[in-house]
């Protein structure tokens, strides 16, 4: 019963994606404040009907109708029910399901955010939505339908989801926070396509476009922080950051839409760049559709990759359809976009911008090449190619730490033309960075690039205190995207140092620890003490109890652990971490028995300041979308008017 209600859901949302999507194009060509109307009640109804099909499996997967053949693959009596609940986005068609409802959460959100307007920009962009949730309504109709009935006898119980999934409550958090980064793209691609085909971005479209932008870059940040962090407390290598394809698959749309939403500050300063700036959101949805295809075509073997299907060809066409579509209109329509703005001095804040956005694309090429040359040479030549490490050091270090000094120099430095006053502004900047060197350099930092980045580093971050000092004096209510941005940018150097200390100096070795014996690793000495066996409903587990010493005296007693999954041979380790703000001590279990164990031991640096890095990105992203007090509500003729613009 659940599997035709949900598969009615998909069908009913499919219809109404494609007629709204008819109908928003035809409303936008005829300029018809009616089929705006129309578009709009399509545009939740198709909503409506996604969230329908979602409740529809949740509720089959909590009460285990195992008739359902995506609860009968990841459904399981003995799985808790927390687990239960995210096993949705599990396997392929859970999360092409779970897609649609992220998407549809979006829409009528959206659609709700502007009841009061019936333009027909707006068809434009709703249409633009509805196209892409008619591709995805058509996956779950066909080949990645998540409803059909079970073939064989129903069965009495499943194997659970991928015990991966299970291992580690990120899991739980991890893949909504990139869902809603990859779906969301899809508004500001809605957005953009639509100023392309009206020929016009003026002030309240390019906030619009942007704050539309802002929140999926934020989800996507968060994401792949917490996707770093899971990679960290679960696959037991203590890294965070293999450059694994499915890695790379999150961070070029996060590339892209780091260099639009810089981009986009120049068409309401300068009144230019405003083709680019729609060209770059074009681009972030493309790659968010790629990444998608990364994760769940089965094409790329990685170990985030957790579903085989034969959606590939399928899913390529689409991606091949939206790229000519958007080449297309943009071929046809930038030029209608660009003002008559007039760019600044060579030594300038959009000299400065410019050359950040050349850097954006750069690494965001460097990332694309790396990532899939490996299957390009593959389909073409037969032969296996893999680019690891060595190839994104050699490449994209370089270009990480020149965009890491241009978020200090960029805001440093003037509109227009450069005034003696603020380039004498660069000094103590500039002073700041050669003591953050030097002070790298007493504690034996000695490699070439973590060195740059610790001058840069400092360099930036005395520019954002000191501009973040001039915002506050203004006013927090007045000065929120500023000083959101500011936030934003204390976080990413927090992250880049954390970085580039962790990957140059990381010091790691395997050991034998028997029972009751010391053993001396940087500093500290561990002593296995015993081990302890839990069962629990979906796993056995067994825990190794080590002391941790630091000049005689016990600090900690870590507990790495084996987990044991009845449907997976080999068990999955969950190391066990001691942190303090100068490095982390990391213990990955790799056997164990009653008199001893082999361990893995790491001393990583400066590891804590990534996470909190991320948190301070997320608190960033928040701010910057309040709305500033004093703001004057705008419509597309009219210009906005925020107090202190003239310092953001």
């Known amino acids: 019963m659940l599997g035709y209600l949900g598969m009615g859901c998909v069908l009913a949302a499919l219809v109404f994606a494609a007629a709204g999507s008819i109908v928003g194009f035809t409303a936008g060509r005829r300029e018809s404040p009616e089929g705006v109307k129309w578009t709009r009640w399509l545009g939740l109804a198709f909503s409506a009907c996604m969230i329908g099909a979602t409740v529809a499996m949740e509720v089959a997967l909590l009460t285990h109708d195992f008739s359902v053949r995506y609860v009968a693959q990841v459904g399981s009596l003995s799985t808790p029910t927390y687990i239960t609940i995210v096993s949705l986005w599990s396997s392929l068609e859970g999360s092409i399901l779970f897609w649609g409802f992220v998407l549809a959460l979006y829409i009528s959100i959206s659609i709700w955010l502007t009841h009061d307007r019936s333009s027909p920009a707006l068809a434009d962009a709703i249409a633009t939505w509805l196209g892409v949730g008619a591709f995805f309504c058509f996956l779950m109709a066909g080949p990645a339908n998540p409803f059909l009935p079970l073939a064989s006898p129903v069965m009495s119980d499943g194997p659970g989801p991928n015990p991966l999934l299970q291992n580690h409550i990120l899991m739980v958090v991890h893949p909504p926070m990139l869902y809603l980064g990859y779906v969301g793209m899809t508004i500001p691609f809605g957005f953009a396509i639509s100023a392309l085909l009206r020929g016009s971005l003026g002030p309240a479209e390019l906030k619009e476009l942007r704050n539309a932008l802002m929140v999926p870059w934020g989800f996507l940040s968060i994401g792949i922080v917490l996707g770093a962090w899971w990679a960290y407390d679960v696959l037991g290598w203590g890294g965070y950051w293999a450059w694994d394809p499915v890695e790379n698959a999150s961070l070029l ?90 760019g600044g001095a060579i030594v300038s804040r959009e000299s400065a911008f410019l050359l950040n956005n050349l850097l954006f694309v750069g690494l965001t090429f460097t990332v694309f090449i790396g990532t899939t040359y490996p299957l390009l040479a593959e389909a073409i030549r037969g032969t296996k190619v893999s680019v690891g490490e060595p190839y994104y050091n050699q490449m994209a270090v370089p270009l990480g730490v020149g965009i890491l000094f241009l978020m200090g120099v960029g805001p440093a430095l003037p509109w227009g033309q450069p005034t003696p006053e603020r380039m004498r502004a660069l000094i103590p900047p500039a002073v700041v960075g050669v003591l953050a060197g030097a002070l790298g350099w007493a504690f034996e930092v000695r490699t070439v690039w973590p060195v740059l980045a610790l001058v840069c580093a400092g360099f930036a971050a005395c520019v954002t205190v000191m501009e973040l000092y001039g915002a506050f004096r203004i006013g927090f209510a007045r000065q929120t995207r500023r000083i959101g941005g500011y936030v934003v940018h204390a976080g990413i150097i927090m992250m880049l140092v954390a970085v580039a200390m962790s990957s140059a100096y990381r010091v790691d070795t395997e050991m034998h620890l028997k029972k009751g014996v010391t053993v001396p690793f940087q500093g500290y000495t561990l002593t296995y003490t015993g081990k302890q066996t839990i069962e629990e409903s979906n796993r056995t587990r067994q825990l190794a109890s080590v002391d941790v010493r630091k000049d005689g005296q016990v600090i900690t007693t870590l507990s790495p652990a084996l987990n044991n999954y009845p449907q997976m041979g080999a068990p999955i380790g969950t190391p066990a971490v001691y942190t303090t703000a100068g490095h982390d001590l990391y213990l990955s279990l790799m056997s164990i028995d009653s008199g001893e164990i082999g361990v893995h031991a790491f001393q990583t640096p400066l590891m804590v300041w990534l996470w909190l890095g991320g948190g301070v990105v997320a608190l960033g992203t928040l701010i910057s979308l309040v709305p500033a007090r004093g703001t004057v509500a705008v419509r597309s003729s009219t210009p906005a008017v925020v107090p202190g613009a003239a310092e953001a």
Do not use: C, Y
């Not at 790629?290 to 959606?311: A, E, P």
């Open 253 to 342: 749309p996060w590339l892209t839409g780091t260099a639009a939403l810089h981009s986009a500050m120049l068409p309401g300063r300068r009144g230019t760049m405003k083709g680019w700036t729609t060209t770059l959101v074009l681009v972030s949805f493309l790659l968010t559709l790629l990444g998608t295809f990364m994760t769940r075509s089965g094409v790329f073997n990685s170990v985030h990759s957790f579903s085989q299907s034969d959606i590939g060809p399928t899913f390529l066409g689409f991606i091949a359809i939206t790229l000519v579509f958007s080449v297309v209109v943009v071929a046809m329509r930038i030029d209608r976009l660009e003002g008559e703005g007039e």
